[in-house]
């Protein structure tokens, strides 16, 4: 019996064998011509569940490597992070290099209703959302779905006087129609926030 180290080593070395003889090869000519297909990448992808909240405000899920290259044209200044991950070391390396303020706000997933809610850490989150100098902004959790559905339901319902019935419509269309807990929590939640006429972006209507 080969281990499953031993089977893959086998697998190359029989790989390597054949490559001289794939190399030699050569296509039939006839009068037909062939179509090349290029496996090519796009150079710009966003992250998971990426999407405009408001001018110079974006959300998503956790970004990858190969979506620096997008985030980067969008100049961002601040990124807030709702989640639980801190292994993120090629991310956290990226950061520290586009001189990005970052904002770890730690949140965890939830299982029932209001077990992983912590108003501490949304009212951090909206202190930096009402002042325009942070912008351009990224929220993101790990999925884009649930915990920044939250926060963004939050902020549409204290500083944009969304309607609950559309604050609901937008989390479900991220989240999947799941979250009964989160919409709960949006819709319950309050908090006493200081906003600074001066400084707070356009499409805050409260303060």
Partial sequence: MYSQGDQLIRQLRIYDSTAGELEQYEEPQDEFTSLKILDRCPEFVPPINFAIVEDGIY????????????????????????????????????????????????????????????????????????????????????????????????MRKLLQGWCISGIFDEYGRFAGGKGEGDVEYIETFKTDLLIDKNTKPEFVRAG
């Fill in 59 to 154: 959300r998503s899920g956790h970004p990858q490597a190969f979506n620096f290259p997008y985030l980067q044209k969008l100049n961002l200044k601040t990124i807030i992070y709702l989640g639980d991950k801190t292994d993120n070391y090629d991310y956290y390396r990226w950061l520290r290099d586009q001189g990005i303020d970052f904002h770890y706000l730690n949140m965890q997933s939830c299982v029932e209703p209001f077990m992983f809610k912590d108003d501490s850490v949304i009212q951090q989150a909206l202190k930096l959302i009402v002042h325009k100098e942070n912008y351009p902004m990224l929220i993101h959790s790990n999925k884009g779905k649930h915990r920044v559905g939250v926060l963004v339901g939050i």
